[in-house]
C-alpha cells in the first residue's frame, strides 16, 4: 500500500501569497498517477490536478502541480480568498488508491 | 450536466445494516466504473468500493470486505451499496463518485451515523 503524506498540516497565509504544498508517497508513483483535490467545510472534494501536473477542466492557472517519483508539489500562486480550504492529495496507482491526510490553508 | 444524488443515509445501530444507493445522470452511467469514497467527520478520505461497467470487476478496501456490498442496474442508473454489520467507525458521509482512478464528479455526499 502506498502511504501518501503531506506537509504542512496547516499553511497560514494572506491573500495575495505563494502556498506550496508537498505530498511525499512511501513507494514511487508509477506514471505519475497523482491527483490533487481542494475540499471546502460542508462540500464534497474538487479536482483540482491529475496526472501530477494536468489541470482539471475549470480549475484556474493559479493553481499547478509538479513532481514525479515519490515528491509532489501544488502551487498556488497569488492566493485567493476562496482558495483558503483543505487540500488533498491521492495516488490511483493500484489498489488501495489512498489520499494523503490533508494540508489545510487558513488565513 | 452530470449529476449524481445518493440517498439511504441515516442513524443505525451496531450491527445494524444500510443501503445506500446513487442516482445518476447526465452521461451514460454503463460507460464508467463507479466508485464509493467516504469520508469521517473531521477526517481523511477512504476509497471504499468501485465496480466496473458491467458489474465484473469490483474492488473493497480491507476495513469493509465482507461487509459491503456494491451493486449497480444500468438500466435504472443507479448505484448501489448494502452495507452490514454497521461498525462505529463506519460513521462517515458516504460519496458516489464517476471513475476508479481521479474522481471528477462527486455526489453530495449521504451521512451515515453508527451509535447506539
Known amino acids: 500500500e502506498i502511504v501518501l503524506t503531506q506537509s504542512p498540516g496547516t499553511l497560514s497565509l494572506s491573500p495575495g501569497e505563494r502556498a506550496t504544498l508537498s505530498c511525499r508517497a512511501s513507494?514511487?508513483?508509477?506514471?505519475?498517477?497523482l491527483a490533487w483535490y481542494q475540499q471546502k467545510p460542508g462540500q464534497a472534494p474538487r479536482l483540482l490536478i491529475y496526472g501530477a501536473s494536468n489541470r482539471a477542466t475549470g480549475i484556474p492557472d493559479r493553481f499547478s502541480g509538479s513532481g514525479s517519483g515519490t515528491d509532489f508539489t501544488l502551487t498556488i500562486t497569488r492566493l485567493e480568498p476562496e482558495d483558503f480550504a483543505v487540500y488533498f492529495c491521492q495516488h490511483y496507482v493500484s489498489t488501495p488508491f489512498t489520499f494523503g491526510p490533508g494540508t489545510k490553508v487558513d488565513i | 450536466q452530470v449529476q449524481l444524488v445518493e440517498s439511504g443515509g441515516g442513524l443505525v445501530k451496531p450491527g445494524g445494516s444500510l443501503r445506500l444507493s446513487c442516482s445518476a445522470s447526465g452521461f451514460t452511467l454503463s460507460d464508467f466504473y463507479m466508485s464509493w469514497i467516504r469520508q469521517a467527520p473531521g477526517k481523511g478520505l477512504e476509497w471504499v468500493s468501485y465496480?466496473?461497467?458491467?458489474?465484473?470487476?469490483?474492488y473493497y478496501a480491507d476495513s469493509v470486505k465482507g461487509r459491503f456490498t456494491i451493486s449497480r442496474d444500468n438500466a435504472k442508473n443507479s448505484l448501489d451499496l448494502q452495507i452490514n454489520s454497521l461498525r462505529v467507525d463506519d460513521t462517515a458521509v458516504y460519496y458516489c463518485v464517476r471513475g476508479h482512478s481521479y474522481v471528477y464528479w462527486w455526489g453530495q455526499g449521504a451521512l451515515v451515523t453508527v451509535s447506539s
Open positions: 465496480i466496473s461497467s458491467g458489474s465484473a470487476d469490483t
Open positions: 513507494q514511487t508513483v508509477s506514471s505519475n498517477y
